[in-house]
């Protein structure tokens, strides 16, 4: 059984920087694709970074610079580092976790981007 749990989220200023982290229980993270996805009120719910197994990156064009995915294997925990933040980054942030059929979320976590 996977869980996945979120940290990192907040409310910051525009202009600023959060760190968000997902930890991941079970074996299977290292075998693991992984994403960053956010759902805004009355929107769908977006990719906004993804990592693959062998780490290459893909990012939603609306946070191409801005932000970073990273994963670490041994520590089971996916990084979204954002810079630069928008309101318009205001959603909440939802890690997932996929290895062939398998598909995990997290319970998300807010970020609020405002002055």
């Known amino acids: 059984q996977v869980q996945l749990v979120e940290s990192g989220g907040g409310l910051v200023q525009p202009g600023g920087s959060l760190r968000l982290a997902c930890v991941a229980s079970g074996s299977i993270f290292s075998a693991s694709a992984l994403g960053w996805y956010r759902q805004a009120p009355g929107k769908q719910r977006e990719l906004v970074a993804g990592i693959s197994v062998g780490s290459s990156t893909n990012y939603a064009d609306s946070v191409k610079g801005r932000f970073t995915i990273s994963r670490d294997n041994a520590k089971k925990t996916v990084y979204l580092q954002m810079n630069s933040l928008k309101p318009e980054d205001t959603a909440v942030y939802y890690c997932?976790?996929?290895?062939?059929?398998?598909?995990?979320w997290g319970q998300g976590t807010q970020v609020t981007v405002s002055s």
């Open positions: 997932n976790l996929r290895a062939g059929i398998i598909e995990h």
